[in-house]
Each structure stands twice: as C-alpha cells, then as structure tokens.
C-alpha cells in the first residue's frame, strides 16, 4: 500500500470523526432552557389570578420538559397557555384575558407536582411558523402574600429546535354546571362528547383536578366498550401520570369523563367558580400525533351525550386505594389543607418525577412503564416483635381488645411502661384541614380510647380518652408520671395527672389556629426537664420551639420557617421546616429537634442557642422523629420518613450525639414503611417505633452497656446479637454554608467533558497512525537501507481501514429503542375554565 492511499485513508477517518464531533456539539446547543417567571408580583388580595407573558424565539421550537419553580404554599395552581399575542404587554396583569386571540392550552401545574418529561420524539411544536409566539403564564394565588414580599414562581421549560418526530397536544374534558348539596357523599359532575379530528390521538398522560371536595376523576373513551384512560385522585399531587392501557382515540369516538365530590362536613351548597372555596371538575390528556394530525376542538365542556353517562362502569367513581406517600407530597405546612404526614415544600420539587410510558410508533398506544425497584437494603438488625397493636382492620392484640389506629406518638415512663396515642379510625388525608389550617370534623371527635398504655409485656393495663380528641400527634410522659399530648386538630396541648382520664392543664385554644403565648397551629410534641419547665414545638404552620415554666406561663420561644429561605442549599441553623419531634438530652444540656422536612437533626441548650446539626445523606429528605438515650456516652435515634423516589430506604439510626457520628441503622424485617415517632426505653433497653401504616408499634431490644464505652451493636434481634456493621460517616454541620454544586452547573460541565474527549481521540488516532507509517516504511527496507522488491503482507492497514468497497445497505426499519420515559407534573382546567368565563 501507497504512502498515498494511507494518507488518504487517515484523512477520510478524520473528516468522518469531525463531522461526528460537530454533530454532538450541535445537539448540546440545540437544548435551551427558558423560565417562565412572575416577575415579582404583589399579591394583595384572596384567590387573586396573575398573569405574565414571554416572548418565544423566532425559530422553531418543541418544549420536551417542564419543571416547576414554585410550592403549593404560594400558588394554587400554574397554567401555561400559547397565543399569537397576549392580552398585555405589562410586566404582569390580572388575569381577566389572557391573548388578543385564541389561547392554547400547554401545561397545568398544582399541589407539588413533580417535573415533567415528554417521551422521546414528542414535543409541544412553539414559537417560528406556528401560531404560538409567546407563552403566558398564569398563577392563581389563594392567599396574599406577606407585607413587602414578591413572587417569583414559575415553570422551566427545555426546549429544542430539533424536530420532532411527533407533536404533542392537551385536550381537555370539563364541567362547567355543577351543584354539590352540603353534606353529601358521591355527587357527580359528568362530561361526554364527541372527539373530531384528522387523525387519530395517542394519549400517553392523564392529570385531574378539583378542589377540596373532588375525591376520584375519571376519563374513558367509548368506542362500543369503555376503555379507561385514566383515574386519579386531585388530591394527589395533581401531575400528568402515565396511561397505563392502551388507549387510540379515532374520530368519532365518544369521551366521558365523570367527578366525584363529599361534601361532608360542609354546611353550604358549592359550586364551579374561580375561588378556592368553589369547586372545579377537569380531565386532562395529554398525547401525541402525527404532525399533520389537527383536531377540531381542544377542549370537551358539558354532558353533551347523556344516555353514555348512565352505562358508565361503577368504577369510575370507587375511590382509589390510599396512597400516603402522594397525599404526603401534595401539600405544604402553609398551603391548603395539607396531610402534612410529610411533603415537601421546597420551589422545586424534590419528589420523583412521574415516570410515562416510552412513545410507540403511531400505529399502537403507549406500553406499561416499568417502574425501577429500590436497591435491596442490608438489614444490619431485625425487629423483635410488633408490639401493643394490629394493623388497621386487624385482629386485637392477643389478650386484649385493643385495636389502634394511626400511631402519632409513643412513649415510655421510668417504669418501662408503654403509651401509644392513636387515631382510632380517623385518617389525615387532604379533606381534614381547610386553607386556614381549620379541623373540619369538630362534631366528630374519635370513638377509640386513644391513649394505650401497655406494660413491658404487652399487656394493656389502661387506656382512656375516649371522644376527647380528635387528630392525635405527640405523647411524652415526665418523671412524675404526668402524661402529656398534642392534638394538632384540637391546636391545643394537655396535660394528664398519674391515673387520671381529666386534664390539669390545658394550653391553646380549642380550634383555633394562631400564632401567640397560648395560640398554637397544629403542636407536635412536648418535652419535660426534671424541673418541670418543659418545651412545646409548634410545628406545622408556626416552625417554632416554645419554652414554659412548669406553671404553664412563657419564658421564650425560638426558631423560624425555613421556607422563606429555600432555595439555598442549606437552610439556615434555628430554621425549621416542621419541627415534628423532640428528645431532650438533659445530662448534655441539650433539646434536639426533628426537623422534618429539612431531613436533619437540631441540638440547642436549654435556652434555645443552637449548638449543632446533624445532616447525614443516609436520612434522605425527612427525619420523623429522634429520641435520646443515656448509655454508650449518648445516642440519638432517629427514623426516616418514604419518599417518592423509593430511595434512601425507610429505616432507624443511631447516632453519637457527641461528634454526630451515624454508628448503625436497622430496620424490622419486612421493612418500616411509615414511621411516625420513636422512643427508648433504658429501663428494659428497648427502642419502640409507631407506624402510620401499617398502624402499629415495633420493639426492637438494645445491647447492654458494657461499661467499656464500647458499642458493638446496639439493637439486636431477641438474644442474638447481629454481625457488626460499618460505622457510617454523617455530615457534621455548624454552619449553614455549603459547597454542594447545582444541578445547573453540571449539566454545563458534562457536555464539555465529552466535547474535549471526542476531540482528544482523533489527536490520539493520528499519533499511532504517524507510528504505523514509520513501521510501515521501516518495513519497505532490508537491514542495510536497500528497497525490498515486495512489500511484508502480514500487516496491511489498508485492509484495516476499509475492509471492502462500496456502502452497506442502509436499514429502513424504524427503531423502538430510543424513547424515553416520561416526567411528569401538571394542573389545569380551573384556571383555563376561570379565563373562558372572564
């Protein structure tokens, strides 16, 4: 082979390597973000509905995510909207129009709704030739805003001038005439129509929204069957989640839709308006087309065809199976009649995002998505036994006729005694609280005795408190045998004498939430010093901790949200977000706190001065709980709360309250699911944990203090003891400064990182090709510089390079591998309904 055939095999390589190389650095610039901000809006008034609008760019668009930059406790609900023009040119407008012109509906955001991923190759066609050159956003705010504050929330938008093989679309079923009777279980508002279009529409998500009322929305097309398009409840975080059935929506089909609203507990008929004390009733689809595809309408409003309403399936209106972790995630401590059992408040949601189904080719509907499973968990302890109760709907506990609800709060006394404080049949879910954090079933206070007390055996020696409570929450039993409770419905505290069924001492106002000496908005917990003086957390709505002389009368408070300063990466020390729990550590002159949301634990002294913080990554998001124990020098140990995403699991720590160390986790061996309080009992070394569900209470026994100061494991199974475990690293935080890198930040950085190895690797390329020639040319000579009469055969690059002439066959067949699941978040009718009627 030629000097000259090689050459040009090398420059050939290149020229196919740079052509790639410009292509990756072209498909990392043809991704843009845009955010859709509220540009510092002043929110004076209730249920005030705000607009602003952006400029799309000039060129083609398709938007392929949608992220929110907002909480619920701000806005009710976001909606984009596309038009030709809008209605102002202002910074921001109230909302009475929103275009000069038709609007097109694009995402709908509400109660903590995760990010939104579109499949691979849909994308919602924007901006260049089509009619939507800007984009409005619209925010309905419920409450005003406090004096001097701004709103800033927003959607994100990723957007590409690729184009995309198909187009997504929103249609929209709606009613628009409902009245929903005070007190009432089952009232339905039905939609149905007729669907006109060019082509046919592949639905691949589904969101519905209500109000407080709404309990289960459900979409069907009819096409001589009912096939279910989706069935969601609006009290969940209200995204778009995946259409689980396959489901083609052909021209002339029928779509019927149908909501259903209890009015219990609500003296006043409701009806569809714009406030949020009105009701709305909207079914979303969100789906993909062929391009060319155009539907007639966007939207369906009204019972159009009744006579397909009275053959719907009866389970278009049988609520769905309690889901806690969404009712958890849809609410916020200062939002709306939240289940504020856990969720998560912060501007961008860091619930997982809802994953959709891989795009089909238009010829099929959407497949299944499969969900990841968390990784296996080793479980380095093992419960002992379940303790003092059953699941709901359970048998009693043997020996006794107990059955126990919800757990809000265990507790032990220095006799070794247990005190469990459930719900009886009451569940926190989104009806139970009203915007103004209001308890909404004052005339029905629980049947159960709620307070169990259990001996070390777990026999029920008392119980009482029978139509006296009505949200139980946090117990804790003092050295004088004194129990005390918080009633987060009631917003009160109380005290109980030893053997006494009455109250002695009663603080906060019953019903009635607030912010003062004796006003409380959903208490937590209570802590008692040896001296009587004793500490309230005040923590749903006030994110405070309240210090009492042992009469009841205030000596200070401290603390403050932290949902004024989110976004930073490390809320600042004395901030809460849901002080839940407290443990005090009187021996260290230490009241450490649950801060809830904000996954970590706060140490303070006995007069409120922070003194350390405990954050480790194996918490997760959320502690529910901590409680101190004096042997091995002072542990700490703590429970975890579930998150969406599956991971970290759900399990208990102990912790070195002298350097933060994580020592050990463990774990019952199904799993803890949903803890709510924790509490060791050094009388008989045993550590209990309350479960929301499933509603009981686990013991777990501790290994004795050997005198040494040496740990081992601390809890083990019976009298086994577990192998060792490795002692875990927490991060150990005394100030609120961080050097964590923003998401942001990497995905600038990776893409250069590939850009600079794909350039590197031709550099290399051309280095051994330069070797291989000189060998090559060493080769053509004989040991004394004299040209060889035949070139060696035993290496011939030119065969390397271009094994064979010509060009393959080029395959005409379609690959089904390269969609991508979808994320999900969403909320919308009620504002585009709201719009319609202005």
Not at 252 to 258: A, H, M, P, Q, S
Not at 404 to 430: C, L, M, P, S
């Amino acid at each position: 082979m030629t000097t000259m055939t090689l050459f040009r095999s090398v420059t050939l390589t290149l020229v196919v390597w740079i052509i790639f190389v410009c292509s990756v650095v072209k498909s990392q610039t043809l991704t843009q973000k845009l955010d859709l901000l509220m540009r510092n809006a002043s929110v004076t008034m209730n249920d005030e509905y705000l607009c602003s609008s952006y400029k799309l760019p000039a060129n083609d668009q398709y938007i392929v995510q949608y992220e929110a930059l907002a909480n619920a406790g701000t806005a009710h609900h976001i909606l984009l909207f596309g038009c030709d023009e809008p209605a102002s040119s202002e910074d921001y407008w109230h909302c009475g129009r929103l275009c000069k012109s038709q609007e097109q509906i694009l995402f709908a955001w509400a109660k903590n709704a995760p990010r939104l991923n579109l499949p691979k190759d849909v994308g919602f066609h924007v901006g260049g030739q089509t009619s939507i050159k800007y984009i409005v956003i619209q925010v309905h705010y419920v409450n005003p805003l406090p004096p001097g504050s701004l709103d800033t929330s927003g959607i994100r938008l990723s957007m590409t001038s690729l184009r995309q093989r198909y187009e997504a679309g929103i249609y929209l079923l709606l009613a628009y005439s409902v009245r929903i009777p005070s007190n009432s279980v089952n009232v339905f508002a039905d939609i149905s129509c007729q669907f006109k279009a060019s082509g046919p529409i592949y639905p691949f998500g589904f969101r519905t929204h209500a109000h407080s009322l709404g309990t289960v929305i459900s979409g069907y097309q009819v096409n001589n069957t009912y096939n279910l398009i989706g069935k969601g409840n609006p009290q969940w975080p209200q995204a778009f989640y995946p259409v689980e059935n396959k489901v083609v929506i052909q021209r002339d089909d029928y779509l019927v839709g149908r909501c259903t609203y209890n009015s219990t507990g609500r003296n006043r008929t409701t009806y569809i308006g714009a406030s949020h004390n009105d009701e709305m009733c909207n079914f979303y689809i969100m789906y993909y087309a062929d391009r060319n595809t155009r539907l007639q309408y966007h939207s369906c409003a009204g019972n159009n065809n009744p006579r397909l309403i009275q053959k719907l399936p009866a389970y278009s209106y049988q609520q769905l199976p309690p889901n806690p972790l969404l009712e958890m995630a849809a609410h916020g401590p200062s939002g709306h009649m939240g289940d504020p059992e856990g969720h998560s408040p912060s501007p961008i949601v860091t619930a997982a995002p809802v994953t959709m189904a891989p795009t089909p080719a238009p010829t099929q509907a959407p497949t299944k998505p499969t969900t990841r499973k968390p990784e296996t968990v080793t479980h380095l302890m093992d419960f002992e036994s379940d303790f003092g109760g059953s699941s709901s709907g359970g048998s009693p506990t043997p020996g006794s006729e107990v059955v126990i609800g919800q757990v809000g709060g265990v507790a032990t006394d220095k006799q070794g005694n247990v005190y469990v404080f459930h719900r009886g049949e009451r569940v926190w879910n989104g009806l139970s609280f009203d915007q103004y954090h209001v308890f909404q079933q004052k005339n029905r206070p629980i049947k159960a005795n709620c307070i169990v007390v259990y001996n070390s055996a777990g026999q029920v020696i008392r119980q009482f408190g029978k139509d006296m409570f009505f949200m139980p929450h946090g117990i804790s039993v003092d050295d004088k045998l004194n129990v005390w409770v918080t009633d987060v419905g009631l917003h009160q505290v109380m005290r109980f004498p030893p053997n006494s069924d009455q109250a002695d001492l009663v603080l906060g106002q019953r019903f009635q939430p607030g912010k003062g000496d004796n006003l409380f908005c959903k208490p937590t917990d209570v802590e008692v010093l040896s001296t009587g003086e004793f500490f309230i957390s005040d923590g749903y709505c006030n994110s405070r901790i309240l210090k009492y002389d042992k009469a009841g009368t205030l000596i200070r408070e401290f603390g403050s949200s932290s949902i004024a300063t989110f976004g930073t990466a490390e809320p600042g020390s004395g901030t809460f977000n849901v002080p839940h729990s407290m443990t005090l550590a009187e021996d260290k002159g230490l009241l450490c706190v649950a801060d809830r949301e904000n996954g970590r634990i706060q140490c303070f002294d006995l007069d409120g001065n922070f003194q350390l913080m405990i954050h480790s990554p194996e918490f997760g998001d959320r502690i529910f709980a901590v409680s101190y124990c004096r042997l091995h020098g002072g542990l700490l140990f703590a429970v975890n709360g579930p998150s969406l995403s599956g991971t970290p699991p759900v399990q208990g720590f102990i912790i070195d309250i002298n350097d933060g160390q994580l020592i050990e986790t463990w774990n019952a061996k199904p799993g803890l699911r949903q803890p709510h309080d924790i509490e060791v009992d050094p009388v008989n070394l045993r550590v209990y944990v309350g479960e929301l569900d499933p509603t009981k209470v686990w013991r777990f026994d501790m290994k004795a203090d050997d005198g040494t100061g040496g740990r081992g494991n601390i809890i083990h199974s019976g009298t086994t003891p577990s192998s060792s475990g490795t002692t875990i690293n927490a991060t150990f935080v005394e100030t609120q400064e961080t050097n964590k890198k923003s998401l942001t930040q990497e995905e600038e950085i990776m893409p250069a990182i590939i850009i600079g190895a794909l350039l590197v690797i031709p550099i290399i390329i051309i280095i051994v090709i330069v070797i291989v020639i000189r060998i090559y040319k060493k080769g053509q000579h004989d040991c004394c510089g004299r040209h060889r009469s035949r070139p060696r055969k035993k290496f011939n690059i030119g065969n390397f390079l271009t094994p064979h002439r010509g060009f393959d066959r080029l395959s005409q067949e379609g690959s089904d591998t390269e969609f991508d699941p979808l994320n999900d978040d969403s909320d919308e009718e009620e504002e585009y309904s709201i719009t319609r009627k202005a």
